[in-house]
């Protein structure tokens, strides 16, 4: 067992605020010179619940969105405290604390990539977007398709089938029977 109780507080707070098994997590902690077996068994003992603490992502998310910065980490501390429980340890406020700061820290850096890397999504689309419309090149706007197909499968998984935008179409079968150059006027009227 460690002998720093901080040590296991902020291996729970990991798992308690991520999606993660006993091997990631030992893996992710293995300087700590904690064995997988007592890892595991802290998880099993004391009933350490894996992403217990996620719900609360969706507020923290919104919290963002609302640029609420100077005061986000108060909020999510709040939120936290009122959902923690951790049984008997000594120094129980010094505990309290320390659990909360850590699974505020990893939820709102959670919170934090994910509306940096979707903004960034928009900004790149935004700039390929420009590229694909002022270009002849079929391979630029292929870049910008294939940009805008990963982006869709981002947020809306993997799908066959978006549906197509022009009613007149009903399916890939009148595509795929469509000339050259009835596909290009299709394409041209369609701008």
């Known amino acids: 067992m460690a002998k720093d109780q901080t040590v296991k507080l ?3 707070a990991f798992y308690e605020s991520h999606n993660t098994s006993v091997k ?3 893996d992710r902690f293995d300087k ?5 077996k007592t890892i595991a068994y802290w998880i099993k003992n004391e009933n350490w619940v894996k992403s217990k603490y996620n719900e609360l992502q969706d507020a923290i998310d919104a919290l963002i969105v609302d640029e609420v ?3 986000i980490d108060k909020k999510v501390k709040t939120m936290v405290s009122k959902k923690v429980v951790l049984g008997e340890i000594e120094d129980k406020n010094r505990a309290e604390d320390y659990f909360i700061n850590e699974v505020a820290t990893e939820l709102m850096f959670s919170c934090v990539s994910k509306h940096f890397l979707a903004k960034e999504m928009v900004s790149n689309l935004r700039i390929a977007k ?3 419309v002022s270009s002849e090149h079929i ?4 870049t910008y398709h294939d940009m805008l197909t990963s982006t869709y499968q981002t947020i809306h ?3 066959t089938n978006i549906g197509l935008i022009n ?3 009903t399916d890939n079968k009148e595509l795929e029977n469509m000339s050259s150059e009835e596909l290009l006027e299709f394409i041209n009227n369609s701008n």
């Open 10 to 12: 902020k291996i729970r």
């Open 24 to 26: 990631q997590l030992y």
């Open 32 to 36: 700590y010179d904690i064995s997988y």
């Open 69 to 71: 910065s100077s005061s």
């Open 130 to 132: 420009e590229f694909a």
């Open 139 to 142: 391979g630029t706007n292929k």
């Open 157 to 159: 998984g993997k799908q």
């Open 167 to 169: 009613p007149t179409i």
